[in-house]
């Protein structure tokens, strides 16, 4: 089970930490990734990391705001959001997939297997 947290109101410019807890498996062997979804709009994968934390990959609309971590011992996620934008307000959702050698590009674009619950962001004056 993924669960996300750490959503809430900022304003633009502001910055939030989205956590995403692992539950039930062991992170570790696990690519995730960080998706959203603005309200009309088409799910967007924002970032993804390798499962040995060496290769992260970003979308080009969050790319020098966004830093995508994980600390394995905690089996936990992260995503720093700088900067932010009324653009990046949405539903933002972490994932995992267990098939390491698919490059994170590719699962930016079509998604991965498991999905946590979401996490509201608004970015709003």
């Known amino acids: 089970q993924l669960q996300a947290s750490g959503g809430g109101l900022v304003q633009p410019g502001g910055s939030l930490r989205l956590s995403c807890a692992a539950s039930?498996?062991?992170?570790?062997?696990?690519?995730m990734g960080w998706f959203r979804q603005a309200p009309g709009k088409e799910r967007e994968g924002v970032s993804c990391?390798?499962?040995?934390?060496?290769?992260?990959s970003y979308a080009d609309s969050v790319k020098g705001r966004f830093t995508i971590s994980r600390d394995n011992a905690k089996n936990t996620l992260y995503l720093q959001m700088n900067s932010l934008t009324p653009e990046d307000t949405g539903i933002y959702y972490c994932?995992?997939?267990?098939?390491?050698?698919?490059?994170?590009?590719?699962?930016?674009?079509?998604?991965?297997?498991?999905w946590g619950k979401g996490t509201q962001v608004t970015v709003s004056s």
């Open positions: 994932a995992a997939d267990i098939r390491t050698s698919i490059p994170c590009g590719s699962y930016l674009k079509n998604g991965m297997h498991y």
């Open positions: 039930g498996f062991t992170l570790a062997y696990y690519k």
């Open positions: 990391i390798s499962n040995s934390r060496a290769i992260t």
